[in-house]
């Protein structure tokens, strides 16, 4: 059967990724490369492959992405990179049918410093923990633009979803930790969260930062009652919650700077 695709009134001659254009059906990952390959670039590409296995992507292979992520980089010719790379899926056009190809596309620009500090407001809408597609880091992004674009409209940093519950889940693209009795307590993937890659080596250098690392679940009372939150991801790392709906968060100066300068020191970003 032919197919017709029009773009601005001009027939398209050329293959584009249309189920993501059309469904949101894709994958990606963000990270700072700075001078070499990032450290934990292996874990991005494993979340990418479990994203795309789920999608019934097909997945392109690890050393197929690097090779384009490398060249990508090379021809940019920056040292220090904000990197979004992106899985893209082609196919028969009926929403419900597989996909039958991939694309790889590779956004770059020079990576800006990020804010030590953050404040943040309580997203408008919940999470649905059950959501399959909470765990999997989808371009079908738009939940996290909204809440993102509210958030900003009343001059916060970033938002925090709650999940149909009550229950803390994350930020729109942050992960969330704070301090409370000598713990380091974070919510549990179960709260309907994607678990992160810089969550990841947190929770793993926990005990060497001197913390029981505690994943559960728990509402806004007990990050408003803190000694200390932030946020983490692989761009920015790790960033302080001073403010969460406009009420003061307090903050361990120095354990804070520990925390922080160890996730820097896994990233190899000193």
């Known amino acids: 059967m032919s197919e017709f695709i029009f773009l601005d009134g001009e027939l398209l001659k050329y293959g ?47 050393e197929k992405l690097t090779e384009d992520l490398e060249t990508a980089i090379e021809s940019s010719g920056l040292d220090d990179a904000y990197v979004k790379v992106c899985l893209l899926s082609s196919g028969p056009k009926k929403f419900y049918d597989m996909p039958a190809s991939a694309q ?50 009343l001059g916060f940093d970033e938002t925090i979803f709650l999940n149909e519950n009550g229950e803390v889940a994350e930020g729109s693209s942050t992960n969330i930790f704070w301090i409370k009795g000598g713990k380091l307590m974070t919510p549990a993937v179960e709260c309907g969260l994607l678990p992160g890659i810089a969550r990841m080596v947190l929770l793993s250098s926990a005990k060497e930062l001197g913390f029981e ?10 990050v408003a009652s803190s000694q200390g939150a932030f ?8 960033a302080a919650l001073t403010d969460l709906e406009g009420k003061r968060i307090s903050q361990n100066v120095e354990t804070f700077k520990n925390i922080r300068r160890a996730v820097f020191n896994k990233f190899g970003w000193v």
């Open 213 to 222: 690392a505690v994943e559960g679940r728990f509402g806004l009372d007990h």
């Open 231 to 238: 946020l983490t991801n692989s761009l920015v790392g790790v």
């Open 16 to 62: 584009a990724p249309m189920r993501s254009l059309l469904y949101g059906e894709g994958v990606f990952e963000t990270f700072r490369w700075m001078n070499s390959p990032p450290e934990y670039l292996e874990a991005h590409l494993d979340r990418m492959k479990r994203g795309a296995d789920f999608l019934k992507i097909p997945f392109p292979g690890r």
């Open 104 to 153: 790889v596309m590779v956004l770059i620009r020079a990576y800006e410093p990020q804010a030590g500090s953050l404040t943040a407001n309580v997203a408008p809408f919940s999470r649905n923990s059950s959501s399959p597609l909470v765990r999997i880091k989808s371009i079908n992004y738009l939940e996290n633009v909204i809440a993102r674009r509210e958030a900003k409209s």
